[in-house]
Each structure stands twice: as C-alpha cells, then as structure tokens.
C-alpha cells in the first residue's frame, strides 16, 4: 500500500490518501482537528470526506500527487482501473471534480512521481517493461495569471476551481491559438478582452515555445463552447466571489507604481466585465470612473441577470487608508470583501502593511515613546509624537525609502510628511535604521544599535584579572637570571 497527504489551498482539513494495488482502489479520508475545547489536548479524527470535494473510494491503478497547475501538490496524476489511462485530476479526485485525459498509449500500470511536475509511467507488455517520463507542468507562465488562480483555489469551492482550471486549460491548449495565458482565463470567466495585447519580448517568446513544448503529452483538447459561467460551472455566488478577488487585487495594484503599470489595467478591465456579468451597476460605475478606456457602446457577451448574491459598495484602497488615517474605519479590505482570512496575505500584502502604518496617525502612542526626549533636549509632545510614530510604524512594518518612491502621491505625501517633521530633531534614543530611514546620516554614523551591556562587576573583575596578570609577569621578568 502507499499513502499520501494532498495539499490544500484552503484552511480545511487535509485530505488524506491510501492507495490498495491489490484492490486497484483509492481510499480517501479527511483528517481535521477534534476536541471540543480550543484549550484542551487536540485529537486528530477522520470522517469520510463530502461527495463535493473528494470521493471516499475510487477504482484507480495507481495515483500520486503532483504540482501541475500550481505551486502546492493539490493535483493528482491516476491510472484508471479500467482502461489503464493516464488522467490529470485538477484538484481532489472526486465525482465533481474536473479530470484531463493524457494523450498516452495505454494500458499503463503504474505512476511515480519523478519532479514536482513530471511523473514517471510504466508501460508493461509482453514482451518487456518500459518507463516513459511525462511532464505535467501546465502552471501559467504568466504572473498574474498565476497569482489569480492561486487565489481562486483558497476562495472558490474544490469542484468549481477544478472545473475552471480545466476549462482553462482546454482554451490554452487549442491548436494554433497565439492569445496569452490571462486572455484564455478572461474568455473562460466570459470576458471578452477590448484591448490589445502587448507584443511579447523575447524572453516572453522564449516562455511560449517551452510551454508549448511543455504541454505536447497532454495532445490537443477542443474549446469549451460556453465560458465556465454560461457553462453553470459558477453559480451566482462562486461569479461575486471571483469579482472580489479581482476587485481585491486590483485594488492593491493601485498602490504600488509599477504594478499600477503592468496589472493594473488587466484587472480592471476583468473587474469592470464581471461587474456588467453580475448586474451590479454600482460596481460598473465605479470601474468605468478608474478605467474609462475600458468605456463601450456595446453590450457585453452572454445574457445579463441580476446576480442573487446581495451587492455591496465597492471598497476603495485609497478612501480605505484615509479614513483609517483619521481613525474612522476598523475593517480590512477583505473584510468589507467578505473574502475569507486565508486570502488576505496572498491578495493584500501591500494594503495590510500600510494599513498599520496608516492607523499610527490615529491610535495612542506608545508610551516608551513619549517618554524620550530629541537632540535638542525638548520632549515629545504634540504632532512630533504622533510623526515620530508613524516613522516607527513605518520602520516595523517594513516601509523602506524605496518602498515608499513606489506609493502614489496622495498616500506618500502624509508620510514624507511625518518623516520631514522627525527629521529636523528627531528623538536621541532611536536606533540607525530609522535615522537612515529620515535621512539623517550623520545621526546614523553616532548610532550604535547593540551596545555591549557588560555589568559593572565583571568589568571589575576583569580588571582585577588582568592586573594580577601584568603583576605576575612583572616579577618573573625581574627574578629570571642575567647571562654574562
């Protein structure tokens, strides 16, 4: 028998695997934590996982798990017990979940996995025994492509992500097709792309033959004809989940110049046609004032409904940060979202770290610091407190000089801001980075962070030390015989 532990995407509980060869069957049990008490001794526990995520027992040859579409092994490569076929499983197998038939000649007999991405099959026959190495590797070369779907996969039901990505996939692969890895995944969410697309460089051409290469074992697969929403793949709920991540994302692309440039546009564009996909004309109205390049005459493809899932005030970063600035807003970005806590640090690193920084404006200072005193012997008090706070904020959480040349202007200015404040006399008991953070160099240089903090009796014992040393050897010195 083999086992294994398939990764999840999610804070669920794992899934755990238990291959029979002799049965050809693939027990599968979800493993979680039990106890009652959060305080109490914690006992592991199985259940026979939901119909929805995983079947509890399959008729398969062989399986192993495998990182094909993403960076976690939350993908599994199987032999079916029937045919001998090699299938790609999108996620945990299951009745729901979406399988890739690959283009191998069969029957097979078993499948090891030889890299994250590539599995070693073995091919019996009469006359001998042959391996053949396949590679699985279908992550998209495209970055945010690739941070999108990874997103999805924590946020979207097992069953739905797997049907997307496969649905993906089967665009990606048609023979011929030149469009890049974001176009085919904004024609399977139903979003047809107005703006061209960039002509690629050559490390860019590079990436595309060896995907390519990459993806000839899987054969050809035929186009879905439907997107994965006119398809019935995501229902209204699944269709405003994806909406908010994109919404979340490309809210934080805002905030950082060069993301501004490079995503920010793809995102608000597929915002901005899910929004119309949802009827929420709030939304709509939102994008098309960020976006106004993305503005048409023209109605959208597919048929427009009102979306069941209730429709909220779209969020924005900026507005978000100013209010937190002033002290009159507690919630997080995915909170307002309603976007499960695990998607947070993937989506919103960038709002979360200025978040805390933008809230030093509002909250108490910390009472170590109003304790201290500047170069110039004045206490800490009034609006120096609060800016030498907010530098302090800044140096914890990370915001280095840098980082904040990336910022636009309307969040910079505040904290270029307080940083001019503490420049001019900044406190005398700060350590060197937050003077190199002001741009006080020449406080920097006088700085020395880790002062060693020797007690004064065992410098004096140490002295003593060394004089009985010296004293000793003064005397065999004086006392050694003179040759004549």
Sequence with gaps: MSAFFLDSYQSEASLFYVHVPVAQKLLARELFIGGGDRNASATLMTRVPASARAASELAVRAAVPIASTGDLRADVALIDAASGALYLSTGAPGPLTATIPIALDGPLESVTTWTEAEVLVCKRSAA?????????????????????????????????????????????????????????????????????????????????????????????????????????????????????????????????????????????????????????????????????????????????HQSASPERTPPDVVQQLLERMQGRRDETLCDMLALPTIAAGAMTPRFAQLDRIFAAFAEPSPAQLMQQQTFSGRPLTGSLLKCCAVVEAMLTHGLSSAGLALLPPLLALPLREAMRTCQLDPPAAWPRAAYELIDRPDLALQTIDAPLNIPSASVSAAWSVLAQYSSLASFHAHSRPTRR
Aim: charged share 20%; hydrophobic share 45%; proline share 5%.
């Design 128 to 304: 001998a025994a042959s391996q053949t190495a396949v590679s699985l590797d279908l992550r998209p070369r495209c970055a945010l492509t690739s941070a999108l779907l990874r997103t999805l996969r924590g946020v979207l039901p097992g069953a739905a992500v797997g049907a997307l990505i496969a649905q993906w996939l089967a665009r990606r692969r048609q023979p011929g097709r030149a469009t890049t890895d974001w176009a085919c995944l904004c024609e399977t969410l139903g979003i047809a792309r107005t703006q061209e697309e960039r002509p690629l460089d050559a490390a860019q051409r590079l990436a595309r033959t060896r995907s390519a290469q990459l993806r000839r074992p899987l054969g050809t697969a035929r186009t879905a004809a439907k997107s994965a929403i006119d398809a019935g793949v995501l229902g209204d709920a699944e269709v405003a989940a994806v909406l908010s991540v994109v919404h979340a994302m490309a809210q934080t692309a805002r905030l950082d110049v060069l993301s501004r440039v490079h995503d920010f546009e793809r995102l608000a564009e597929l915002a901005l046609g899910l929004s119309r996909r949802c009827g929420w004309h709030s939304w709509v109205d939102y994008w098309l004032r960020l976006a106004p390049q993305f503005a048409t005459d023209q109605l959208p493809a597919g048929p427009q």
